[in-house]
């Protein structure tokens, strides 16, 4: 057996125990068979089912080498059987031992031990089916950013429900030791004291829907600004970027937070609070922007200014990338189950190709796993052939 067969097999293996939602009858094709080639397709560029079924029958030859497949490649209408009827939670919870070996690996790789787990949600515009009264699919995701992998997701109907989400999709991933940042949406008490009782720290924007704190936190922060920090032990940090016609000043500030603000009992191990004033300068206009936390994390401004910034990586590298890369914008599956459980393989195959160590472009690993079928198996198993 070829290393790249025993990589597979262990592969196969998360997916053993994962029931399989089809009746005997219609069970001609090994269920854990499916799913793979499933993952092997959408890595190699396939946007639904026909697409999948089309790559697996043009690669026959390789995939009855690593499969079993007494019956042959399976045709579309398998893949859109099998990908409406999984429960989208079991579905995920497969990937789960394979996301912990690929987080293990990446934190030795990165020597980060206190990650960035950025909670943020993400709409399928084109995912609405209006005659069935489906709405547009909202998912909410844990991604880890100094590691590049999706931890987690958590699908909703619409925007409003993430409050609700957040709770259910941190449930789901380990966030022992890590910094676990969320926009003003999800910055409610409740889902700040889940993440301590977790193990984890905290990084909370701040808006006008936490507006009594939002406004004590702004005018405490001006005042000390004002008198230019003489009565605070403040912190600051700042950095200078150019790139794409403009120029980014961004000044971090932190400070302890002061038993004065509205309410501070009731945020579990709030510490201190943040600003950052981020400076724009293109096309010769300046522009300015400021923003406010909280956070259950001590004095450390660096490490502070880090965690906003990477923040910002689960928009401008995970979500741009679903959205650039996979076209999952245009995606027209409006099956309940089956647009999640693609949203999760889309999300999965895109934290395979951001562990890949090779040189290029995401768009272009991904295009070489569909030229390629020894650069797939790379990106796959992990393995250097």
């Known amino acids: 057996m070829s290393p790249a067969q025993l990589s597979i097999d262990e592969v196969l293996c998360h997916f053993e125990e994962l029931e399989d939602p089809r009746s005997e009858i219609n069970r001609k094709h090994p269920l854990v068979s499916v799913v793979l080639i499933a993952i092997m397709g959408v890595l190699a560029q396939a946007t639904g089912p026909t697409g999948i079924a089309t790559w697996a029958q043009f690669n026959e030859d390789l995939l009855s080498s690593l499969l079993p497949l007494p019956h042959g490649i399976p045709g579309k209408d398998v893949f859109r059987r099998v990908l409406c009827a999984l429960k989208p939670d079991a579905f995920q919870q ?17 020597e980060v031990d206190q990650p960035t787990l950025a909670v943020d949600g993400k709409t399928l515009r084109r995912s609405h089916d209006n005659k069935k009264g489906l709405g547009a699919l909202h998912s909410v995701s844990v991604w880890a950013s100094e590691y590049g992998i999706t931890l987690a997701q958590v699908a909703t109907d619409e925007k409003s429900n993430e409050i609700t989400a957040i709770p259910g999709v941190l449930q789901l991933v380990d966030i ?14 409740a889902i700040a004291a ?17 507006e009594k704190l939002h406004d004590a936190v702004v005018d405490y922060m001006i005042e000390q600004m004002e008198n230019d920090f003489a009565n605070v032990d403040a ?60 956070s259950s994390l001590g004095l450390g401004v660096k490490r502070f200014s880090k965690a906003v910034r990477n923040h910002w990586g689960i928009e401008n590298t995970c979500h741009w990338s679903l959205d650039v890369t996979y076209r999952e914008d245009e995606s027209r599956i409006r099956d309940e189950r089956a647009r999640e459980n693609f949203a999760w393989l889309n999300r999965f195959t895109l934290s395979l190709l951001k562990q890949h160590s090779g040189k290029g472009s995401l768009a272009m690993k991904r295009r070489s796993c569909g030229w390629k079928p020894e650069f797939l198996l790379e990106v796959l198993t992990g393995e250097r052939s």
């Not at 497969?94 to 990165?110: E, G, M």
């Not at 022992?176 to 008490?189: E, N, Y």
């Not at 301590?196 to 924007?205: P, W």
């Not at 009731?266 to 510490?271: D, M, R, T, Y």
Request: net charge positive; aromatic share 6%.
């Open 235 to 294: 912190r600051q940090h700042v950095t200078h970027d150019e790139g794409h016609g403009r120029v980014e000043k961004r000044q971090y500030i932190q400070m302890p937070a002061p038993q004065t603000l509205p309410g501070m009992d009731a945020w579990k191990n709030l510490l201190t609070i943040g600003a950052v004033i981020l400076t724009t300068i293109r096309n010769g206009q300046e522009t300015s922007e400021l923003r406010f936390f909280i």
């Open 176 to 189: 022992k030791g890590a910094i676990v940042t969320i926009d003003a949406m999800g910055t409610q008490k």
């Open 194 to 210: 889940q993440i301590v009782e977790q193990g984890g720290d905290y990084v909370l924007a701040l808006k006008r829907n936490q």
């Open 94 to 110: 497969c990937f789960a031992s394979w996301i912990a070996a690929l987080r293990a690996d990446a934190a030795l790789a990165t």
